[in-house]
């Protein structure tokens, strides 16, 4: 019989700040926000405006909680906005259902009297 080795991973205290302290290296979304940044702050000097300012808690100081808070208020917003196109396919399609039930009752009336 085989047996797997254990492995057991420690974190000690002092290599705990490399997890979530304030020497974190920037994540991939907070580079490519950065980048976005500095490139609309060049075009803003080339044509001599300022700069926009970068929208209130949307910029690199986002945390990780409110970035999630944030995506799902936009995906609740999509899903309602979906929700009432949804309705109004529903009843889109219902008066089209109708309008063609009243077409073909009106065509056996046609048709029974030999019109």
Known sequence: MFLFPSVRC?????TLHAV???DRPPSK??????????????????EGRQP???????????G?????QRQLQERTER????????DRLEESS?????DVNKYIQSQ????????
């Open 10 to 14: 420690r974190v000690k205290s002092n």
């Open 20 to 22: 979530g302290g304030p």
């Open 29 to 46: 979304r907070m580079l490519e926000q950065m980048r976005i940044e500095e490139q609309e702050r060049r075009k803003a000097a080339r």
């Open 52 to 62: 926009p300012n970068p929208a209130p808690g949307r910029g690199n100081e986002e």
């Open 64 to 68: 990780y909680w409110a970035s999630m």
């Open 79 to 86: 899903l309602s906005i979906m929700g009432d196109s949804m």
């Open 94 to 98: 219902s008066n089209w259902a109708s």
């Open 108 to 115: 056996k009336r046609k048709l029974a009297l030999g019109g």
